[in-house]
DNA sequence: ATACAATGTAGAGTAAACTCTATGTCAAGA
DNA sequence: TCTTGACATAGAGTTTACTCTACATTGTAT
């Protein structure tokens, strides 16, 4: 299948501005047709999630630019692109545990919260 | 103890500009010496700490003041600081399941890579 | 033929959170 | 006394990632 930007839009929910940008950045290059209106395809549609996943765990658009650039050169890049991810993982881990921990001392100062609370409604 | 803001930005790691900044924004309120130089408190010290916990996750700016702000009235805002750390505390449970989610993925997808690189260089 | 909705480009504007610059004050050491 | 160096304020500039505006084309329904 192909799509129009607009239908693209609606499918990605990314803005009809958003994906002009980001083509701009070089990170998706969809075909265009005779009259110079892009065409997204299926693929474009997985890469776009992607690239939606590889944004959400905090990876900014210069290193994703970097990424999408590799990819376009083919197989001969997968060893570096494995290699990106294998670090962006390490770091999400990271990331992860670091909010754990915030999470644990959130909620103990909640717990000391619902105790003072206690205390002064009774005091 | 008291501390002059370059004492205080050593023991944050927060800049000195980004200390005005908060000030401006009404996060921090130091007392000032009899020069009008900032004096920051150990009571300073531990708010700031658990305003960059609020930052490192995901809380804006704006909201930071608000619960700054209700600090600020005292123990009649109990509740109602309680109610936001509450609510934000379930966000970033929601965050970290995410993340969490994605993590799974990525780690497919090296995975998907590991073999197709080993396919490739046996070819 | 014409209106109109979707699309195209180029470039300006926005929001958040800093970060820096210009300029001035002030206490302490040479 | 003079000169640093830390600090003060006000306001400009930066970065990231969009988001919007202005204006030109194009495809389709009337």
Redesign the interface.
């Known amino acids: 299948m192909e799509y129009s930007i607009g239908e693209f839009s609606r499918l990605t929910n990314l803005g009809i501005h958003t994906l002009r940008y980001y083509e701009h950045e070089n990170l998706i290059m969809p075909k265009r047709n005779s009259s110079n209106r892009r065409c997204y395809s299926d693929k474009d549609l997985a890469w776009v999630e992607?690239i939606k996943?590889l944004k959400?765990?905090g990876m900014p658009i210069k290193e994703i630019q970097r990424y999408a650039e590799l990819r376009a050169k083919g197989?001969l890049t997968?060893?570096e692109?494995?290699e990106m991810?294998?670090v962006?993982?390490e770091s999400?881990?990271e990331?992860?545990k670091?909010?754990?921990e915030?999470?644990a001392?959130?909620?103990d100062?909640?717990d000391f919260?619902?105790q003072?609370?206690e205390r002064?409604s009774k005091g």
């Open positions: 992607f996943r959400d765990t197989d997968l060893n692109r494995m991810l294998t962006h993982c999400l881990n990331q992860i670091v909010l754990q915030h999470m001392k959130l909620d100062k909640i919260y619902r003072k609370i002064t």
